[in-house]
């Protein structure tokens, strides 16, 4: 069993900037290929960046590129999620969640992959 834990969301101006952390506990995430994502009010759940176990591989949403940065630190159980430059449309429940890959460095993108999610973080974005 993975627990995740998401924070740092908040009320931000459109422009601004947050930074997500995803901590995990149970067990290593070395194994893991992580995801964000996230699920604005009436809609469903939408992938936004995923990255392999090693880091060495990753992909965004075509909506984040270019603004939104994850990484992560296997020593320390975490996952981040770097947001700038933020749009009133960015509003949503960020959920971080794990992928049980023990073999290769490969990336998933789609809800129904992931075993493990968070809480989840709401992030407002102002106008």
């Known amino acids: 069993q993975v627990q995740l834990v998401e924070s740092g969301g908040g009320l931000v101006q459109a422009g601004g900037s947050l930074r997500l952390s995803c901590a995990a506990s149970?067990?290593?995430?070395?194994?893991?290929?992580m995801g964000w994502f996230r699920q604005a009010p009436g809609k469903e759940r939408a992938f936004v960046v995923t990255i392999s176990r090693s880091g060495g591989r990753i992909y965004y949403a075509d909506s984040v590129k270019g603004r939104f940065t994850i990484s992560r630190d296997n020593a320390k159980n975490t996952v981040y999620l770097q947001m700038n430059s933020l749009k009133p449309e960015d509003t949503a429940v960020y959920y971080c969640?794990?992928?049980?890959?023990?073999?290769?460095?490969?990336?998933?993108?789609?809800?129904?992959?992931?075993?493990?999610w968070g809480q989840g973080t709401q992030v407002t974005v102002s106008s």
């Open positions: 969640a794990a992928d049980w890959r023990p073999l290769g460095d490969v990336l998933s993108y789609t809800v129904g992959e992931y075993d493990y």
């Open positions: 149970g067990r290593t995430l070395s194994s893991y290929t």
